[in-house]
């Protein structure tokens, strides 16, 4: 929205398809999941641990094509954003939110097994 | 009410300390009341002064109305698309029907 995805190129477009698709669950992020750099992130990075999910952790710092891109390819605004099955879930507040009414772990469960 | 001492205090210190406030809270309050009707509405700069982050604690419209919590929070970013540029991290917390408001 308005920002120009400087350099998110389909190459690149594809590589993301191709990741949240091959992927159960990814989480783009600020920092990795062994050294969050965000509250926010580490938030959800904890409650990917919590729950044993394992997940594809994406650092949007080191790549400013990604960081500027991945807003317009997911059409929200900031960073963590979460990808479940290919399809955006949400940010740190949905992903919390759904972690306490017991909801996420119900979903996730059903997707790993799947 | 308590929220709103607490919110007075907070745009204080903003004032003082923030040099360059791009973004305020009742900027963010304005626009979410205008453009979905909000009854109520509470808004904090969590930012501590630099007017780059915010939380939406409590949000109340009718518009959430058959709306899920992922697209109750894209309606919000839409309309606070133009700040959105500014502002680094938005928290929502709760988006509630005026029906969802009264049972909770």
Redesign the interface.
């Known amino acids: 929205?308005?920002?120009s995805p400087s350099g998110f190129t389909p190459e690149l477009r594809d590589a993301v398809d191709r990741l949240i698709s091959e992927n159960k669950i990814v989480l783009f992020m600020k920092g990795t999941k062994m050294f969050p750099q965000c509250g926010?992130s580490n938030t959800c990075v904890q409650i990917f641990n919590q729950l044993g999910a394992p997940f594809e952790d994406i650092n949007v710092l080191e790549d400013e094509r990604i960081r500027v891109g991945m807003k317009e390819y997911s059409?929200?605004?900031?960073f963590p954003q979460v990808y479940i099955e290919g399809e955006?879930?949400?940010?740190?507040?949905?992903l919390l939110?759904?972690f306490q009414s017991g909801e996420l772990e119900e979903y996730i469960e059903r997707v790993l097994a799947s | 009410m308590l929220s709103s001492t607490v919110r007075a205090v907070k745009t204080t210190l903003g004032g003082v300390r923030g040099v360059r406030m791009a973004v305020t809270v009742a900027q963010v309050e304005q626009k979410l009341k205008e453009a979905l009707q909000a009854q109520e509405i509470e808004v904090f700069d969590t930012s501590g002064g630099c007017g780059a982050s915010f939380e939406v604690s409590l949000l109340v419209s009718e518009q959430f109305e058959g709306k899920r919590?992922?697209q109750r929070?894209?309606l919000i970013?839409g309309v606070l698309?133009?700040e959105?540029?500014e502002i680094?991290?938005?928290?929502?917390?709760k988006t509630l029907t005026p029906e969802e408001f009264k049972t909770k």
């Open positions: 929205q308005g920002e926010f059409q929200w605004p900031t955006f879930y949400g940010g740190c507040d949905i939110e759904s | 919590a992922l929070h894209r970013n698309a133009e959105l540029k680094h991290a938005l928290s929502i917390k």
